[in-house]
């Protein structure tokens, strides 16, 4: 990176972030199961993707933190509607 403007570094960050916040959608039986996983282990990603397949443990906390959190509230209620 020390080759790198820090213009050039500000944005390859934003590409990632905004990749790294797309809507993730769980089938029904899927959410219920990470739910439930939460309630017994916690914030455990890896573990609770591993009982999920195809799904990766990043994948399933951004739809955790994309749920409860509030600063994605606005959005929750922009996908409802």
Known sequence: ????????HNNEFEE?????WEVVN???Q?????YRMHKLIG??????AGRIPGRK???IERFWLMRHSEVF??????TKS
């Open 1 to 8: 990176m020390k080759n790198r403007s820090p213009k050039n």
């Open 16 to 20: 990632v972030s905004s990749r790294k």
């Open 26 to 28: 769980l089938s029904e």
């Open 30 to 34: 899927e959410e219920d199961l990470v």
């Open 43 to 48: 914030n455990r990603w890896d573990l609770i």
């Open 57 to 59: 443990p990043e994948e």
């Open 73 to 78: 509230s606005d959005l929750r209620t922009q």
